[in-house]
């Protein structure tokens, strides 16, 4: 008995020492292998992978020297390449992740990172302008207060005040914004003249006018109601509040608000009348329904994305107008439109160069009017690159449909990226709901109950105002 | 009566068996039900061979069989090898990223799994029967639960973005364990153990000498569930190499391609000078799919007949 009890005593002893040098041997590995680069909660270095020895950026080497890790989606990749080319002494390491809209990947890896206390990347773009809401969270409080990084005062400063809200996060300024995204009236100029219909200037005048369209025309639409961006289109610019948060634990959230209430009976009157489509803008279907589109407030990347490229609706025929009015104030939704984050994490020589990042990203020419598709956020950069846009001829009366774009900017209603996706949400239940032969305000009130439910799971408190 | 007469009787006995109600019903149902599998399985393999054009267009016919074509493939594979920062490559390196881990992950999970099974089974010792239930407990322990303390071991050392920490911890293959411990269970006689034992042979010699020869199904089953595991293991690559770009591997890149996608995300992928449509994500699920095709062929003869490991005591 002895004997064996002994040797337990000698296998156990043997396992542990095993055990104990593979452990050691593995952490003496480790020290000379990389780690996922960006920043460290205790050093606050770039991390050890460099570039040169994943291959990932190929400029050059990192290590201590102020190298940078960067996130960005694969239409952001030109602007890392564009950075480079200006900046070769900032060695930068690039990972593409992943772009899907909504998608949870990039949140998970930060919750990993969180716990760590380490492997943040130094800057990012957001795919999804949500994730701002969690990057800012207390939990996390991944984004940076770029309002008290001075080198950036002037760029704050170079953007339009609504164009930039969607950063502006308790007063501080948590992200700079890469593209604006507001949304115009797009309508088909030539339809318009040959039936001798006037543009609309206030939502109630386009309703009117759609329904009078459905009636003189029966199967011409005026809008669609199905994608993630109707939200954006109808309910953030009649201010009704899906997005309004009081606190970061508290929101208002109130199907009962007069602004609510009168957008829904406007959808409602509208979409009885038939002159909108429960199908949104990126179904299939949207392609043959747009042969019947003849207006539709959208973001102005509709007219080079979705009339121009994706509907292929004949060159020459439509052009925008200037914002429509809602109790007298200019006031439209936003459809999109990313962000650049920075790591508040990073420090040294490598925030220095984020920074210099940053301001790159955001401001420079070089990306923001040569390779980038979307009009840009920042204000010096508009007007080169509108001076670029349309000259295919593609666009009936480019001059208004320019004039309208910059009007835009400033009538974007405000809005804050939350926990919850309310996009998602209206998808889930909007198109569902009328598709299965529901009213509008049938699927509005679906929506407001679900999304009601979702903010109280995530953990907000929803009040009424 | 001959063989042959035999024979001509038993054809004519098969082709004269008459169509009964039950028959044609059963017959019916069996039709009904591999056309429901097979539709959409051929209607992605097409999708595969076919181009964006013809998608667009609606000109392929049934299940776009008549767009089908293999330059149509090649167009695909180009597209696909384009993807990716600084002149492309990404493709080709995830899948050898995948075939790295994978292929070690499985090699170590048999290394592991076949002494530990064994020891299991025909040793005798202290703990056995409580590391039998360890096994089984970690069979059924769910991914998600292991996920922060995993990042965070390997955060710790230092080797998140890396590929080795993912291949060694696919090697950790519990199935693999408990399968080769039925199989000594049930396919190695307790006598041949004494046999070996009484000829001199230790507890290796044992194993390599007796056990291991006449394991040829076991190590086939558990080479082969291993693989399929590894390779298409989807939470342990999101987990550890989501902040490598180089280091991904097929299953999360095939996230990313659809990310990438305009016919997912419609804006953001407007500005990609490489576009992913139908054709070439299908193409590149297709290409992820053959090397399980592959091993599964490969391991066939061997799974046929370890399907009744554990079905008969020896």
């Known amino acids: 008995m002895s004997t064996s009890r002994a040797r337990t005593r000698l296998l156990t002893g043997g396992a542990t020492a095993v055990v104990a040098v593979a452990a050691l041997l593995l952490a003496g590995c480790s020290s000379s292998g990389g780690a996922t680069g960006g920043s460290s909660s205790s050093s606050g270095s770039a991390g050890s992978t460099s570039a040169a020895s994943t291959g990932e950026s190929g400029s050059g080497t990192s290590g201590s020297g102020g190298g940078i890790t960067v996130w960005v989606d694969a239409p952001r990749v030109p602007a890392v390449q564009a950075f480079e080319k200006a900046h070769p002494e900032i060695p930068v390491k690039m990972v593409q992740n992943d772009g899907t809209i909504g998608g949870q990947s990039t949140k998970q890896a930060f919750a990993n990172f969180d716990a760590a206390g380490s492997g943040w990347p130094d800057a990012i773009f957001f795919t999804s302008n949500d994730d701002i809401a969690w990057a800012t969270s207390s939990q996390s409080n991944y984004a940076a207060n770029l309002s008290a990084v001075p080198e950036l005062a002037d760029v704050i400063k170079g953007y339009d005040p609504a164009t930039i809200s969607f950063c502006n996060i308790g007063g501080q300024i948590r992200c700079l914004r890469n593209d604006a995204a507001p949304d115009v009236f797009w309508y088909d100029a030539k339809f318009f003249k040959d039936n001798n219909y006037t543009v609309p200037k206030s939502w109630e005048d386009y309703f009117t006018l759609a329904i009078k369209i459905a009636k003189d025309h029966p199967g011409k639409i005026s809008g669609f109601l199905g994608d993630a961006y109707a939200v954006n289109r109808y309910l953030q610019a009649a201010n009704c509040p899906t997005n309004s948060p009081k606190s970061e634990t508290e929101v208002v959230l109130n199907p009962q608000n007069p602004n609510c209430t009168k957008m829904g009976q406007l959808l409602d009157q509208a979409y009885q009348a038939k002159a909108l489509s429960p199908l949104g803008v990126f179904d299939a279907d949207a392609v043959k329904a747009s042969t019947n589109l003849v207006m539709t407030p959208g973001a102005l990347w509709y007219g080079s994305y979705l009339l121009q490229a994706t509907w292929k609706v004949p060159a020459g025929n439509w052009t925008a107008s200037d914002p429509l009015t809602w109790d007298g104030k200019p006031s439209m939704g936003d459809e999109g439109g990313g962000l650049w984050g920075m790591s508040s994490h990073v420090t040294g020589k490598e925030k220095e160069n984020t920074i210099t990042f940053m301001k790159f990203v955001a401001t420079d020419p070089a990306w923001q009017v040569d390779l980038s598709t979307g009009l840009p956020a920042y204000g010096p950069d508009q007007d080169p690159w509108l001076a670029k846009f349309g000259t295919d001829g593609y666009y009936s009366n480019l001059d208004q449909l320019k004039a309208a774009f910059k009007s835009s900017l400033a009538a974007v209603a405000p809005y804050q990226y939350m926990l919850y996706d309310t996009g998602n949400v209206w998808t889930q239940t909007i198109p569902t709901t009328l598709t299965s032969g529901g009213t509008m305000s049938a699927a509005l009130a679906k929506f407001f109950s679900t999304l009601t439910d979702q903010a109280k799971s995530i953990g907000y408190t929803v009040s009424a105002g | ?314």
């Open chain 2, 1 to 314: 009566m001959s063989a042959a007469d035999v024979a001509t009787q038993h054809r004519a006995h098969v082709v004269q068996r008459p169509w009964s109600a039950g028959r044609t019903a059963r017959v019916a149902v069996m039709v009904i039900a591999a056309a429901l599998v097979l539709y959409p399985i051929i209607g992605f393999v097409a999708m595969a061979f076919r181009s964006q054009t013809g998608v667009q267009e609606g000109t392929d016919g049934f299940l776009g069989l008549a767009g089908v074509s293999i330059q149509h493939a090649i167009d695909n594979w180009k597209t696909l090898t384009a993807y990716g920062p600084r002149g492309g490559g990404l493709f080709q390196r995830w899948l050898l990223n995948s075939v790295i881990v994978s292929v070690s992950g499985a090699v170590l999970a048999v290394v592991t799994a076949l002494p530990a099974g064994f020891a299991m089974a025909r040793l005798r010792w202290r703990g056995r029967r409580f590391w039998l239930i360890v096994t089984l407990i970690a069979m059924a322990m769910p991914n998600t639960v292991l996920v922060i303390p995993i990042f965070l071991q390997v955060d710790a050392i230092g080797a998140v973005g890396q590929l080795w920490p993912v291949a060694v911890l696919m090697g950790f293959f519990p199935f693999g364990v408990y399968l080769s411990y039925i199989h000594f269970m049930t396919a190695m006689p307790h006598e041949l153990v004494e046999a070996a034992r009484v000829d001199g042979l230790g507890e290796g010699g044992t194993f390599f000498r007796v056990a291991l020869p006449i394991s040829k199904q076991a190590v086939a089953l558990v080479t082969f569930f291993s693989f399929v595991a590894n390779w298409t293991n989807f939470f342990l690559p999101l987990t550890l190499l989501t902040s490598s770009q180089q280091n991904k591997t097929l299953s999360i890149g095939l996230q990313e391609f659809i990310g990438a996608s305009p016919l997912f995300n419609p804006t953001s992928a407007a500005g990609l000078t490489v576009k992913l449509w139908m054709p070439e994500l299908a193409f590149a699920t297709f290409i992820s799919m053959l090397p399980l095709l592959v091993v599964f062929i490969a391991a066939q003869r061997f799974l046929i007949r370890g399907q009744t490991v554990g079905a008969v005591k020896g």
